[in-house]
């Protein structure tokens, strides 16, 4: 008996004469050799590692059996959307294969593995801070891993909240509310400061407040990146 593969093909030849089953776990497929005792077979097989065995019979008597071991590579995704959701998450839909799942990364972390419905979509949000992500989409089957897709998202920061301003001395006081690590830049005329925001979310900062008069302040919050 001998037998050789590409991806779910098999062909081969037995002695003319003989029969030939191919199984896969507890499911055999029946195969009818030629004359020459030549044969080939397509078996549907998913994405995956998956281990064949050919056995070739004279009569019920089984003569000879050979293992194969396939593994077939995952397609990789198709039809992505990735659709900001509110500053902190992004919504990602695809396309994949029924029997594998949808792996989702940033860099080298893992925001999620989904699996798809029966028609191979997936819909899933994935929570991101603020700035630019370098997201990357795989088909995974088993322990075997489509090549990636790439695609770049960019969330835009909470804006600044609950601001208020205190005149200590000659200076003014400003604080408020801005999405935790930011950076606030802030404005009056042509004096200008920085603060960035706690982990508690709130930031403080001070402008002089000479020479007297009034002054308008501006607002802007930024994330490294943006």
Same mark, same amino acid.
């Given at each position: 008996?001998?037998?050789?593969?590409?991806?779910?093909?098999?062909?081969?030849?037995?002695?003319?004469?003989?029969?030939?089953?191919?199984?896969?776990?507890?499911?055999?497929?029946?195969?009818?050799?030629?004359?020459?005792?030549?044969?080939?077979?397509? @078996?549907? *097989?998913? $994405? =995956?590692?998956?281990?064949?065995?050919? +056995?070739?019979?004279? #009569? &019920?008597? /089984?003569?000879?059996?050979?293992?194969?071991? @396939?593994? *077939?590579? $995952? =397609?990789?995704?198709?039809?992505?959307? +990735?659709?900001?959701? #509110? &500053?902190? /998450?992004?919504?990602?839909?695809?396309?994949?294969?029924?029997?594998?799942?949808?792996?989702?990364?940033?860099?080298?972390?893992?925001?999620?593995?989904?699996?798809?419905?029966?028609?191979?979509?997936?819909?899933?949000?994935?929570?991101?801070?603020?700035?630019?992500?370098?997201?990357?989409?795989?088909?995974?089957?088993?322990?075997?891993?489509?090549?990636?897709?790439?695609?770049?998202?960019?969330?835009?920061?909470?804006?600044?909240?609950?601001?208020?301003?205190?005149?200590?001395?000659?200076?003014?006081?400003?604080?408020?509310?801005?999405?935790?690590?930011?950076?606030?830049?802030?404005?009056?005329?042509?004096?200008?400061?920085?603060?960035?925001?706690?982990?508690?979310?709130?930031?403080?900062?001070?402008?002089?407040?000479?020479?007297?008069?009034?002054?308008?302040?501006?607002?802007?919050?930024?994330?490294?990146?943006?």
């Amino acid at each position: 008996l001998r037998i050789a593969h590409v991806a779910a093909q098999r062909w081969g030849q037995v002695a003319p004469g003989m029969r030939l089953e191919l199984a896969r776990g507890s499911q055999i497929v029946p195969v009818s050799p030629g004359a020459d005792g030549s044969f080939q077979v397509e @078996v549907d *097989l998913g $994405p =995956g590692r998956h281990e064949l065995r050919a +056995t070739a019979l004279r #009569g &019920t008597e /089984a003569s000879t059996a050979v293992t194969a071991a @396939v593994a *077939l590579i $995952p =397609g990789v995704p198709t039809q992505i959307e +990735t659709t900001p959701v #509110g &500053t902190r /998450a992004i919504r990602v839909d695809a396309l994949v294969a029924p029997s594998t799942t949808l792996e989702v990364r940033d860099g080298d972390k893992v925001l999620t593995r989904r699996t798809p419905d029966p028609s191979g979509k997936v819909s899933v949000e994935v929570d991101l801070p603020p700035g630019r992500h370098a997201l990357t989409l795989a088909s995974v089957g088993g322990d075997l891993v489509s090549p990636a897709v790439a695609r770049d998202v960019a969330l835009r920061p909470d804006p600044v909240d609950d601001v208020q301003v205190t005149v200590q001395g000659a200076r003014f006081k400003v604080t408020g509310r801005a999405l935790p690590g930011s950076e606030v830049k802030m404005s009056a005329g042509q004096l200008s400061a920085r603060a960035t925001v706690g982990q508690d979310g709130r930031f403080a900062a001070e402008l002089d407040a000479k020479p007297p008069g009034k002054r308008t302040l501006s607002f802007l919050v930024s994330v490294a990146g943006m």
